[in-house]
C-alpha cells in the first residue's frame, strides 16, 4: 500500500513537472514572439474576459552586420601624455563618444577601445544609422572642459531693417491665412486646405487632425475651442507664434486640474534642492515632524520656514499621492526625486479637453533673427589649466565629492573669477553641457576646486575620468570608416534564420530517425532549448550578429551530443538486461561526468574567447556559452523529466525495439 501510495505521489509530481515544462515552452515563445502572442492574447480575452495582460514588444539586440550601420575606426594621438595616464586618457575619450552616439539617438552602440603596437585606437559601430556623415561630425574632436560665469552682457535690440523684415513677412502670413480663410467659407475641405497650406508639420502629415487639446495647451486656441460647438470652424486666430484656422469636433473629460502647496526636506545626495542639510533618515523624521504640526492655516509658514528647496516638484510619485487625496488634505511623507515631501491639495477642479484640426501660418518672430542669448560666456579658464581630477570625501558629511587641480596659470584664473563671484554660481562644462554649477562661497587661491552633487561612487569615478580626458591633449583622427547598407544585413539575418532552421530540422529528423521514441523526446527537448536561449537573448540584452548566430547554431549540436551521449549510454544499460527504467537513471547518472567535462572544458574555451577576442569573436562566444548553459539544463532535466513520464506507457522489456534500444 506504501509504494503504491509512493508510485502516486511521484507521478503526480511528474504531472507537475510536465506541466511546468509546457508552460515554460510557451512562455519563452511567447516572449519571442510577443506580436504574434498579443493576437492570441486578444481573441482569448475577447471570448473569455481574463483580462490577459500584453506582452511588452521589444525586438531582438541586432549587431551591425546584421542591422546595417557604420563602422568608425578612431585613432588617439597621446604622444604628448605621460605613459601611465595614456590608457586612462583613451578610456576617457571612448566614454565621450558614447555619450555623443547615445546623443545621435542610435539603439545599442558599441564603443571600446583597443590597443596595436604603440597605437590607441577607439572603434565605434553604430547599427541602423544611415547618415554616417553626421555621426562623423557628432563623434569627432576633443572633450573640452571650460569654466563659465553668468553672462551680463545686455542683449542687442532690432535694427530697423530686422524690424521691417519681420513687419513684412507677417504681414504676407496674415494675408495667406485670411485667404485660407476664405477658401473655408466658400466650402472647401478643411483636410485637404490642411495638406497643403499648413506649415505645422504635425497638421499637416495628418490633413490638420491634432487631436485632444487640454487647458494646458495654447491658451488663445483652447479659449476658442471651450466656447465653439462641434462643427464650428473658426475665424484666423492669432497667437505668438502664427496664425492658426480651427476646426472643433468632439470633448472629453480630461485629467483634473490640481492645485498645492508643497514643502520638500531634502536629504544628501538628492537633486534640484538648494539646501541638502540631512542623512535620508533625518530628512524623512523632519518631513514626519512638520506633517504631524501642519494644517491649513500654517501650510505656508512651515513652507517659508522649513523647505530646502524653492523649488515645486511635478514628480510622478508627488502627483500620484496628490491625485489620490482629496482636497483640503494634507499629506505625507512622500519620497520623491529630490527629498522628502509634505503636501497640502488645496483643490481639484475638473478639466474637459476638445478634438481638433488645425491650419497654421507661422509668424517670424525676433528668435527668428536674434537667437536666445547664451545665459552662460567664457571665463577663459578650460581642460587645459586642469592637471588631475581625482575622486575625494568630504571630511563632515562623507559625500563623495570630485576634486580639481589646476596648473599654475589655471590657479591665477581660478582665482580672479571666484573673487569676482562670491555668492554668484560658476558653472563647470564639460563637453558643451553644464555638469555642476556651484555657488562661489569665498575667493579660492590655492587652485584647487570640488565638484559635489547627486552622484554615488560609480559616477564620481566616470566624472573624474571624463574630466582628466578632457583636460588631457587626445585628439582623436578617423583612420577607416565602413557603410553597411541596411539591405546587406537584413539579407544576411534572413540566411541565418534560414540556415538556423534547417540545420535544427536535420538534427530532429536524425535524432528521431535513429532514437525513435526517445529522439521524439529529444526533439521536444532540442524545440524548448531553442526558443528557452532565444528569450535568454532578448532577456539580457545580448547583440546577435552573425558570429553570434553562429555560435547559438553550433550549440544546438552541443545540445544534441548531450543527449545522444545518455540515450548510447541507457543502450549499454539495457544490453546488461536491466529495464527500462533503470536504464533510464543509471543512464543519466553515468553520462553526466562525460556530458559535464564536455560542455565545461568548452566553456573555459568561450571565456578566453570573451577576454581576450575583438568584438565579432566574442559575440560568438557569448551566444555559445549561453546555449551551452541552456542545452545543459534542457538535456539533464527537460529529457529526464519526459522520459519518466512516458516510460510507463509501455512495457518494460517487450518493447525496446519500438524505442530504438536494440540488443
Given at each position: 500500500?506504501?509504494?503504491?501510495?509512493?508510485?502516486?505521489?511521484?507521478?503526480?509530481?511528474?504531472?507537475?513537472?510536465?506541466?511546468?515544462?509546457?508552460?515554460?515552452?510557451?512562455?519563452?515563445?511567447?516572449?519571442?514572439?510577443?506580436?504574434?502572442?498579443?493576437?492570441?492574447?486578444?481573441?482569448?480575452?475577447?471570448?473569455?474576459?481574463?483580462?490577459?495582460?500584453?506582452?511588452?514588444?521589444?525586438?531582438?539586440?541586432?549587431?551591425?552586420?546584421?542591422?546595417?550601420?557604420?563602422?568608425?575606426?578612431?585613432?588617439?594621438?597621446?604622444?604628448?601624455?605621460?605613459?601611465?595616464?595614456?590608457?586612462?586618457?583613451?578610456?576617457?575619450?571612448?566614454?565621450?563618444?558614447?555619450?555623443?552616439?547615445?546623443?545621435?539617438?542610435?539603439?545599442?552602440?558599441?564603443?571600446?577601445?583597443?590597443?596595436?603596437?604603440?597605437?590607441?585606437?577607439?572603434?565605434v559601430e553604430l547599427p541602423g544609422v544611415t547618415d554616417i556623415n553626421r555621426a562623423i561630425s557628432m563623434i569627432g574632436g576633443t572633450p573640452?572642459?571650460?569654466?563659465?560665469?553668468?553672462?551680463?552682457?545686455?542683449?542687442?535690440?532690432?535694427?530697423?531693417?530686422?524690424?521691417?523684415?519681420?513687419?513684412?513677412?507677417?504681414?504676407?502670413?496674415?494675408?495667406?491665412?485670411?485667404?485660407?480663410?476664405?477658401?473655408?467659407?466658400?466650402?472647401?475641405?478643411?483636410?485637404?486646405?490642411?495638406?497643403?497650406?499648413?506649415?505645422?508639420?504635425?497638421?499637416?502629415?495628418?490633413?490638420?487632425?491634432?487631436?485632444?487639446?487640454?487647458?494646458?495647451?495654447?491658451?488663445?486656441?483652447?479659449?476658442?475651442?471651450?466656447?465653439?460647438?462641434?462643427?464650428?470652424?473658426?475665424?484666423?486666430?492669432?497667437?505668438?507664434?502664427?496664425?492658426?484656422?480651427?476646426?472643433?469636433?468632439?470633448?472629453?473629460?480630461?485629467?483634473?486640474?490640481?492645485?498645492?502647496?508643497?514643502?520638500?526636506?531634502?536629504?544628501?545626495?538628492?537633486?534640484?534642492?538648494?539646501?541638502?542639510?540631512?542623512?535620508?533618515?533625518?530628512?524623512?523624521?523632519?518631513?514626519?515632524?512638520?506633517?504631524?504640526?501642519?494644517?491649513?492655516?500654517?501650510?505656508?509658514?512651515?513652507?517659508?520656514?522649513?523647505?530646502?528647496?524653492?523649488?515645486?516638484?511635478?514628480?510622478?510619485?508627488?502627483?500620484?499621492?496628490?491625485?489620490?487625496?482629496?482636497?483640503?488634505?494634507?499629506?505625507?511623507?512622500?519620497?520623491?526625486?529630490?527629498?522628502?515631501?509634505?503636501?497640502?491639495?488645496?483643490?481639484?477642479?475638473?478639466?474637459?479637453?476638445?478634438?481638433?484640426?488645425?491650419?497654421?501660418?507661422?509668424?517670424?518672430?525676433?528668435?527668428?533673427?536674434?537667437?536666445?542669448?547664451?545665459?552662460?560666456?567664457?571665463?577663459?579658464?578650460?581642460?587645459?589649466?586642469?592637471?588631475?581630477?581625482?575622486?575625494?570625501?568630504?571630511?563632515?558629511?562623507?559625500?563623495?565629492?570630485?576634486?580639481?587641480?589646476?596648473?599654475?596659470?589655471?590657479?591665477?584664473?581660478?582665482?580672479?573669477?571666484?573673487?569676482?563671484?562670491?555668492?554668484?554660481?560658476?558653472?563647470?562644462?564639460?563637453?558643451?553641457?553644464?555638469?555642476?554649477?556651484?555657488?562661489?562661497?569665498t575667493a579660492i587661491t590655492n587652485g584647487r576646486a570640488v565638484i559635489s552633487g547627486n552622484f554615488n561612487l560609480n559616477d564620481a569615478r566616470?566624472?573624474?575620468?571624463?574630466?582628466?580626458?578632457?583636460?588631457?591633449?587626445?585628439?582623436?583622427?578617423?583612420?577607416?570608416?565602413?557603410?553597411?547598407?541596411?539591405?546587406?544585413?537584413?539579407?544576411?539575418?534572413?540566411?541565418?534564420?534560414?540556415?538556423?532552421?534547417?540545420?535544427?530540422?536535420?538534427?530532429?529528423?536524425?535524432?528521431?530517425?535513429?532514437?525513435?521514441?526517445?529522439?521524439?523526446?529529444?526533439?521536444?527537448?532540442?524545440?524548448?532549448?531553442?526558443?528557452?536561449?532565444?528569450?535568454?537573448?532578448?532577456?539580457?540584452?545580448?547583440?546577435?550578429?552573425?558570429?553570434?548566430?553562429?555560435?547559438?547554431?553550433?550549440?544546438?549540436?552541443?545540445?544534441?551530443?548531450?543527449?545522444?551521449?545518455?540515450?548510447?549510454?541507457?543502450?549499454?544499460?539495457?544490453?546488461?538486461?536491466?529495464?527500462?527504467?533503470?536504464?533510464?537513471?543509471?543512464?543519466?547518472?553515468?553520462?553526466?561526468?562525460?556530458?559535464?567535462?564536455?560542455?565545461?572544458?568548452?566553456?573555459?574555451?568561450?571565456?578566453?574567447?570573451?577576454?581576450?577576442?575583438?568584438?565579432?569573436?566574442?559575440?560568438?562566444?557569448?551566444?555559445?556559452?549561453?546555449?551551452?548553459?541552456?542545452?545543459?539544463?534542457?538535456?539533464?532535466?527537460?529529457?529526464?523529466?519526459?522520459?519518466?513520464?512516458?516510460?510507463?506507457?509501455?512495457?518494460?522489456?517487450?518493447?525496446?525495439?519500438?524505442?530504438?534500444?536494440?540488443?
Amino acid at each position: 500500500m506504501a509504494t503504491e501510495q509512493t508510485r502516486r505521489q511521484l507521478r503526480a509530481r511528474l504531472r507537475w513537472g510536465i506541466a511546468g515544462i509546457v508552460a515554460l515552452f510557451f512562455i519563452a515563445l511567447a516572449y519571442d514572439m510577443p506580436a504574434k502572442a498579443n493576437k492570441v492574447i486578444d481573441r482569448v480575452n475577447g471570448m473569455v474576459a481574463l483580462g490577459i495582460p500584453h506582452i511588452s514588444v521589444a525586438d531582438f539586440s541586432l549587431g551591425l552586420d546584421l542591422q546595417g550601420g557604420a563602422h568608425l575606426v578612431y585613432q588617439a594621438d597621446v604622444t604628448a601624455i605621460p605613459d601611465g595616464d595614456r590608457a586612462t586618457a583613451v578610456e576617457g575619450v571612448r566614454d565621450v563618444i558614447e555619450r555623443r552616439v547615445n546623443g545621435i539617438g542610435v539603439g545599442e552602440p558599441h564603443v571600446q577601445t583597443t590597443k596595436v603596437g604603440d597605437e590607441y585606437r577607439v572603434i565605434v559601430e553604430l547599427p541602423g544609422v544611415t547618415d554616417i556623415n553626421r555621426a562623423i561630425s557628432m563623434i569627432g574632436g576633443t572633450p573640452i572642459l571650460e569654466f563659465k560665469e553668468e553672462n551680463d552682457v545686455p542683449a542687442r535690440d532690432l535694427t530697423k531693417d530686422e524690424q521691417k523684415q519681420i513687419n513684412d513677412f507677417n504681414a504676407d502670413a496674415k494675408k495667406r491665412a485670411d485667404e485660407t480663410l476664405k477658401r473655408l467659407k466658400n466650402g472647401e475641405v478643411f483636410s485637404d486646405i490642411a495638406k497643403e497650406v499648413s506649415e505645422d508639420p504635425y497638421s499637416k502629415n495628418n490633413g490638420g487632425y491634432i487631436g485632444y487639446i487640454s487647458n494646458t495647451f495654447d491658451p488663445t486656441l483652447y479659449n476658442w475651442a471651450q466656447t465653439a460647438a462641434q462643427g464650428d470652424q473658426s475665424h484666423v486666430i492669432e497667437n505668438e507664434a502664427g496664425y492658426a484656422l480651427l476646426e472643433r469636433a468632439g470633448e472629453r473629460a480630461g485629467e483634473p486640474s490640481i492645485e498645492a502647496s508643497d514643502i520638500v526636506i531634502c536629504y544628501l545626495g538628492s537633486s534640484d534642492c538648494d539646501a541638502p542639510l540631512y542623512t535620508k533618515k533625518e530628512a524623512k523624521d523632519k518631513a514626519q515632524e512638520i506633517f504631524d504640526q501642519a494644517n491649513a492655516s500654517n501650510f505656508d509658514d512651515l513652507a517659508l520656514q522649513y523647505s530646502t528647496s524653492q523649488k515645486r516638484t511635478d514628480s510622478p510619485e508627488a502627483m500620484d499621492a496628490l491625485k489620490k487625496a482629496s482636497a483640503g488634505e494634507i499629506i505625507g511623507p512622500v519620497e520623491a526625486g529630490d527629498g522628502f515631501h509634505v503636501l497640502y491639495k488645496q483643490s481639484e477642479q475638473p478639466t474637459v479637453e476638445y478634438e481638433i484640426s488645425l491650419i497654421f501660418i507661422k509668424k517670424q518672430t525676433i528668435l527668428d533673427i536674434l537667437p536666445p542669448q547664451d545665459p552662460w560666456k567664457p571665463t577663459g579658464l578650460s581642460g587645459k589649466n586642469l592637471e588631475r581630477a581625482e575622486v575625494v570625501s568630504d571630511t563632515i558629511s562623507g559625500a563623495v565629492q570630485v576634486s580639481l587641480q589646476f596648473d599654475s596659470e589655471g590657479t591665477d584664473l581660478f582665482k580672479s573669477i571666484t573673487e569676482r563671484h562670491i555668492g554668484e554660481p560658476v558653472a563647470i562644462f564639460l563637453d558643451g553641457q553644464p555638469i555642476s554649477t556651484p555657488i562661489v562661497q569665498t575667493a579660492i587661491t590655492n587652485g584647487r576646486a570640488v565638484i559635489s552633487g547627486n552622484f554615488n561612487l560609480n559616477d564620481a569615478r566616470l566624472l573624474s575620468q571624463r574630466l582628466n580626458a578632457g583636460a588631457l591633449p587626445v585628439p582623436v583622427e578617423l583612420i577607416s570608416q565602413q557603410s553597411v547598407g541596411a539591405t546587406l544585413g537584413a539579407s544576411s539575418l534572413q540566411k541565418s534564420l534560414i540556415a538556423g532552421l534547417i540545420g535544427i530540422l536535420i538534427v530532429m529528423l536524425f535524432m528521431t530517425v535513429l532514437y525513435r521514441v526517445p529522439g521524439l523526446v529529444s526533439v521536444f527537448s532540442l524545440s524548448l532549448y531553442a526558443v528557452l536561449t532565444l528569450a535568454v537573448f532578448k532577456l539580457i540584452g545580448v547583440t546577435l550578429t552573425l558570429a553570434g548566430i553562429g555560435g547559438f547554431i553550433l550549440s544546438i549540436g552541443m545540445a544534441v551530443d548531450a543527449n545522444v551521449l545518455i540515450f548510447e549510454r541507457m543502450k549499454e544499460e539495457l544490453r546488461q538486461k536491466k529495464s527500462l527504467k533503470a536504464a533510464l537513471e543509471d543512464g543519466f547518472v553515468r553520462a553526466w561526468s562525460s556530458i559535464r567535462d564536455g560542455n565545461v572544458s568548452t566553456l573555459i574555451t568561450c571565456a578566453m574567447l570573451i577576454w581576450f577576442g575583438s568584438s565579432f569573436v566574442q559575440g560568438f562566444a557569448v551566444a555559445l556559452a549561453l546555449g551551452i548553459l541552456v542545452s545543459m539544463f534542457t538535456a539533464i532535466t527537460i529529457t529526464r523529466v519526459v522520459l519518466r513520464f512516458i516510460i510507463p506507457w509501455f512495457p518494460q522489456m517487450g518493447n525496446r525495439a519500438f524505442w530504438g534500444f536494440t540488443e
